[in-house]
Structures are given as structure tokens and as C-alpha cells.
């Protein structure tokens, strides 16, 4: 089992950037694919980015591709997302997510463990 911590969301003016941290704990990091998801209100929760095992493959939504950075360090069991050129439509609750696999996934039923999340909201 792994637990999971998000933190680096707040309130930022549209253009700007922030960096999501997601801190696990339990099993080793390294033996879990990890995806960031974020969920506005009155919407599905949507898939942002995915990360391997490794590290050594990432995917994005098309709506963050280009803006949005997922990585990981191993040693420090954290993952995260760096987040560029913020706009409005990016405010919503993100969710860290892990799966006991090697490969990641976009579709959220196939992971096993779920952050509580981190508000983030960009002012226009």
C-alpha cells in the first residue's frame, strides 16, 4: 500500500506557473506508475499527465501538452508537475494517483491509490 500527498496549489494569476509536489509513503515509489488527474467543480475528473515506473515515459492531455511537465524522483519518492502558462480553465482540484504497474495510464478506474488533492485556481 502507498499513501499519497499533494501540496503546491494555490492562487495564481493566468500566465503564471506553479509546481504540484506529491509525497508517497508506504511501498517503494519506484514500483509505481504515477499520473496527475484534477477535477473542476461540476465536471469529470480528467486526466492531466502520466509518468512510468521509470521515468523514462510520460503522456499528456492534449489540453496541457506543451505547458505541463510530469517528473519524478525516485530517491525522494516524489512526483511531480510543473505547470506553465496557467489559464482559467486550469482551476480545479488536482489528484496524484498510483498504480502497481510499470506503464501509467490516462483513465483513472486503473489506479489503486489517490492523493486527497491540492486546489489550484488561476485568476484572469
Known amino acids: 500500500q502507498v499513501q499519497l500527498a499533494e501540496s503546491g496549489g494555490g492562487l495564481v494569476q493566468a500566465g503564471g506557473s506553479l509546481r504540484l509536489s506529491c509525497a508517497a509513503s508506504?511501498?517503494?515509489?519506484?514500483?509505481?506508475?504515477m499520473g496527475w488527474f484534477r477535477q473542476a467543480p461540476g465536471k469529470e475528473r480528467e486526466f492531466v499527465a502520466a509518468?512510468?515506473?521509470?521515468?523514462?515515459?510520460?503522456s499528456y492531455a492534449d489540453s496541457v501538452k506543451g505547458r505541463f511537465s510530469i517528473f519524478r524522483e525516485n530517491a525522494k519518492n516524489t512526483l511531480y508537475l510543473q505547470m506553465n502558462s496557467l489559464n482559467s480553465e486550469d482551476t480545479a482540484v488536482y489528484h496524484c494517483?498510483?498504480?502497481?504497474?510499470?506503464?501509467?495510464?490516462?483513465?483513472?478506474?486503473?489506479?489503486?491509490?489517490w492523493g486527497q488533492g491540492t486546489q489550484v485556481t488561476v485568476s484572469s
Open positions: 508506504g511501498r517503494p515509489f519506484s514500483m509505481y506508475a
Open positions: 509518468i512510468s515506473r521509470s521515468g523514462g515515459s510520460t
Open positions: 494517483a498510483a498504480r502497481f504497474v510499470a506503464l501509467a495510464s490516462t483513465v483513472p478506474g486503473n489506479y489503486d491509490y
